[in-house]
């Protein structure tokens, strides 16, 4: 059992940045990959970011693009999502996810563990 816990979320101007961070309670080979999904009330929760440890190898929808970026701290085995250029649209509760299924990472069926979220509001 993974536990997650999302931290660093908040209130910021349009143009302004966050950086939210993932701490996983542990780490296993089952966890080789992660990612940040969001969800604003009465829309499907939807895929943001995605890292793999194995080959470094990172992925983003299209909405967060050339202005969020994932990492990884394997030592400290917690996830981050650098933020920048905020738009009132990237307003959301943002949740860090483990234990993927190996299919379309940006579907949440194919992943097991879930943190709690963490609130992200951008005003303009």
């Known amino acids: 059992q993974v536990q997650l816990v999302e931290s660093g979320g908040g209130s910021v101007q349009a143009g302004g940045s966050l950086r939210l961070s993932c701490a996983a309670s542990?780490?296993?080979?089952?966890?080789?990959?992660m990612a940040w999904f969001r969800q604003d009330p009465g829309k499907e929760r939807e895929g943001v970011a995605f890292v793999c440890i194995g080959n470094g190898n990172t992925y983003y929808r299209d909405y967060v693009k050339g202005r969020f970026t994932i990492s990884r701290d394997n030592t400290e085995n917690t996830m981050y999502l650098q933020m920048t250029s905020l738009k009132p649209e990237d307003t959301a509760m943002y949740y860090c996810?483990?234990?993927?299924?190996?299919?379309?990472?940006?579907?949440?069926?194919?992943?097991?563990?879930w943190g709690q979220g963490t609130q992200v509001t951008v005003s303009s």
């Open positions: 996810t483990a234990g993927w299924r190996g299919g379309r990472w940006y579907r949440p069926d194919e992943w097991i563990y």
């Open positions: 542990a780490y296993t080979s089952s966890d080789d990959c």
